[in-house]
């Protein structure tokens, strides 16, 4: 099985920064693509940031500018840099990769922006 596991969520204040991580661990195989996603109470899961297993990222025009995704290989590991929080940027962020052809999902961290 395949795990993952985030961290660095926390409390920011409007147009600070932080930088989640989410490491998968188990019987990886192959990692394809990797991404983020976001939900707030009584909302649906919204896409955040995708980055390819080439190293192509994509972001949602909400943080297009602001929110960086990267991928470390040799550690199963990806990553985002979220930068000018907004209160709005507020919610559980969720990391989801496909291993193995499936897709795995994190726990979730939560990020609250507020002064």
């Known amino acids: 099985q395949v795990q993952l596991v985030e961290s660095g969520g926390g409390l920011v204040q409007p147009g600070g920064s932080l930088r989640l991580s989410c490491a998968a661990s188990g019987s990886i195989i192959r990692i394809n693509s990797m991404g983020w996603y976001r939900q707030t109470p009584g909302k649906e899961r919204n896409w955040v940031a995708g980055i390819t297993n080439a190293g192509s990222p994509n972001y949602a025009d909400s943080v297009k500018g602001r929110f960086t995704i990267s991928r470390d290989n040799a550690k199963n590991t990806v990553y985002l840099q979220m930068n000018s929080l907004k209160p709005e940027d507020a919610a559980v962020y969720y990391c989801?990769?496909?291993?193995?052809?499936?897709?795995?999902w994190g726990r979730g961290t939560l990020v609250t922006v507020s002064s």
């Open positions: 989801k990769i496909v291993v193995n052809y499936a897709e795995v």
